[in-house]
């Protein structure tokens, strides 16, 4: 009998396993739902972006993934691959001001 155990209100071990053999059915269902959305928006901003010619389809030098970059004003440019990691020389190269600016909010800051 359990009864020893339904009296300390503790769950059996095979009812935690069943607990977490539904935790997992419902993460893996919350995961599979959050993926199918993920792919659906990408579809959309994929074929939005191209539809308005904001698109820009490179590879990466490093690892030759297809790389999709958004050519959006509000929207910095990646700096690093999301496959392999790498820098990516962006199309706009840093401009003197740039540098020259950094140097002196670093040196104002150290004054
Ligand atoms: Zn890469």
Redesign the pocket.
């Known amino acids: 009998m359990t009864r020893s155990r339904k009296s300390s209100g503790k769950a059996t071990a095979k009812q935690n396993q069943q607990s977490i053999a539904q935790m997992q059915g419902v993460i893996n269902e919350l995961v599979n739902a959050v993926t199918n959305d993920m792919g659906r928006l990408n579809g959309i901003m994929y074929a939005l972006l191209k539809d308005l010619d904001k698109l820009k389809e490179d590879n990466?030098p490093?690892?030759?993934?297809v790389l999709f970059e958004p050519q959006l004003d509000l929207l910095p440019p990646s700096t690093h691959?999301p496959?392999?990691?790498?820098a990516l020389n962006t199309d706009e190269q840093k401009t003197i001001d740039d540098f020259v600016n950094w140097d002196e909010g670093k040196s104002s800051e150290e004054e």
């Open positions: 990466c490093h690892c030759g993934q691959c496959s392999c990691g790498e």
